[in-house]
T-cell receptor, first 118, second 113 residues
Framework: DAGVTQSPTHLIKTRGQQVTLRCSPK?????VSWYQQALGQGPQFIFQ???????QRGNFPDRFSGHQFPNYSSELNVNALLLGDSALYLC?????????????????FGAGSRLTVL | RKEVEQDPGPFNVPEGATVAFNCTYS??????FFWYRQDCRKEPKLLMS???SGNEDGRFTAQLNRASQYISLLIRDSKLSDSATYLC??????????????FGGGTRLMVKP
């Protein structure tokens, strides 16, 4: 059973460029969330997609946008790249409506896409 | 003030030692709490959920103090393989909270032979 897969695994861009990162959720999952993890920091929530719509958004500028496709896969787009956008971008999937004992969904993370902006 | 705060460490301990990590969170409305483990250059993986009554999973014990808004993780009989970064995570549940997890910055543990 394939877990969450992300591509590319590594990429290098220059300031001002645009980047698209891709994510295929775990089989049976229909909800995708994206997180940004800067070096030495914890992951920060960017946004979540369910039924092809953005459902929640963290504190990120409009340069960060996304999309979810009918097969539940997702893309993260970042425009006008800044040096500070260099980070590990993590995709996480979950089955919407499934709760753990504590009442929250448990996410499955992909291995991430490591973006370096020069 | 960060929403979830952790001592970044590193905590350097010998094999077999007991080590404890604490974490504080600022939003009193937070409903769900977790510890995740992250190995170097890998993705975070759920270690355990944290319940109000406290819970144990083998050598790992997690506690939640809602009044003081802190969460703890105790690791007994540390193994070399426990070396990793431990992330404290909270989830603000609500109609739209979904999976918007808030992570602390992580505490790095290094277990030495």
């Amino acid at each position: 059973d394939a877990g969450v897969t992300q591509s590319p695994t590594h990429l290098i861009k220059t300031r001002g460029q645009q980047v698209t990162l891709r994510c295929s959720p775990k089989s049976g999952h229909d909800t995708v969330s994206w997180y940004q993890q800067a070096l030495g920091q914890g992951p920060q929530f960017i946004f979540q997609y369910y039924e092809e719509e953005e459902r929640q958004r963290g504190n990120f500028p409009d340069r960060f946008s996304g999309h979810q496709f009918p097969n539940y896969s997702s893309e993260l787009n970042v425009n006008a790249l800044l040096l500070g956008d260099s980070a590990l971008y993590l995709c996480a999937s979950s089955p919407f409506g499934t709760r753990t004992k504590s009442g929250a969904n448990v996410l499955t993370f992909g291995a991430g896409s490591r973006l370096t902006v020069l | 003030r960060k929403e979830v705060e952790q001592d970044p460490g590193p905590f350097n301990v010998p094999e077999g030692a007991t080590v404890a990590f604490n974490c504080t969170y600022s939003n009193s409305a937070s409903q769900s709490f977790f510890w995740y483990r992250q190995d170097c250059r890998k993705e975070p993986k759920l270690l355990m959920s944290v319940y109000s009554s406290g819970n144990e999973d083998g050598r790992f014990t997690a506690q939640l103090n809602r009044a003081s808004q802190y969460i703890s993780l105790l690791i007994r009989d540390s193994k070399l393989s426990d070396s990793a970064t431990y992330l404290c995570v909270v989830n603000l549940l609500g109609n739209n909270a979904g999976n918007m997890l808030t992570f602390g910055g992580g505490t790095r543990l290094m277990v030495k032979p």
